[in-house]
């Protein structure tokens, strides 16, 4: 079983259309959790950090289920330019130090 | 501005050969990780280092080596090159050891083995 499980998509939505993600992940022992942004042959890039009490930042709302083991990222008003794909990652202790752990990655394509 | 950079961002080699892949950042950090991402996993860590001549083992190691000179330089080697090791792989550095650290990544070098 991997360490940290999405749904790999693609989601197609229209413009303007709320679209939620799921990521569970098995170490219960993990620290932290964020959502990466990776656009088509670019780099992952840090969305956002998510945090016990859920937070939002504009139109992205991250939550974190500690007790099932889940993390969700809800897109409001998606934009085109939102269509890349969400990487959800939980950092693990391992050997003393911190190791980010990354999902496959949820594809998202907003269309016209 | 800081950066991080990788070359050559394209790389095409024969089986058998030796492959040095580039890293340089200029963000001061102490940590540099490379991994590599092939389609249908994640990110899957290779080596990473904490410092200069600290270096460990990820999780995807074997046929890959990394050395640490100095601050700004995680080169990668293959030490001979295997179809296995067709794939994309990205070098990141952070400041920092906290479970918080964000990591800022290189563009990528897409490598091509025959």
């Known amino acids: 079983r991997k360490e940290v499980e999405q749904d790999p998509g693609p989601f197609n939505v229209p413009e303007g259309a709320t679209v939620a993600f799921n990521c569970t992940y098995s170490?219960?022992?993990?620290?932290?959790f964020f959502w990466y942004r990776q656009d088509c042959r670019k780099e992952p890039k840090l969305l956002m950090s998510?945090?016990?009490s859920g937070n939002e930042d504009g139109r992205f709302t991250a939550q974190l289920n500690r007790a099932s083991q889940y993390i969700s990222l809800l897109i409001r008003d998606s934009k085109l330019s939102d269509s890349a794909t969400y990487l959800c990652?939980?950092?693990?202790?391992?050997?003393?130090?911190?190791?980010?752990?990354f999902g496959s990655g949820t594809r998202l394509l907003v269309r016209p | 501005d800081a950066e991080i950079t990788q070359s050559p961002r394209h790389k095409i080699t024969e089986t058998g050969r030796q492959v040095t892949l580039a890293c340089h950042q200029t963000?001061?950090?102490?940590?540099m990780f490379w991994y590599r991402q092939d389609l249908g996993h994640g990110l899957r860590l290779i080596h990473y280092?904490?410092?200069?001549?600290?270096?460990n083992k990820g999780e995807v190691s074997d046929g890959y080596s990394v050395s640490r000179s100095n601050t700004e330089d995680l080169p990668l080697t293959l030490e001979s090159a295997a179809s296995s090791q067709t794939s994309v792989y990205f070098c990141?550095?952070?400041?920092?050891?906290?479970?918080?650290?964000?990591?800022?990544f290189g563009p990528g070098t897409r490598l091509l083995v025959l």
């Open positions: 990141a550095s952070s400041g920092g050891t906290s479970a918080q650290e964000t990591q800022y």
């Open positions: 170490n219960s022992a993990s620290q932290s």
């Open positions: 998510v945090y016990s």
């Open positions: 990652v939980v950092t693990s202790l391992m050997d003393s130090s911190y190791k980010l752990i």
């Open positions: 963000w001061n950090h102490n940590n």
């Open positions: 280092s904490y410092g200069v001549q600290d270096t």
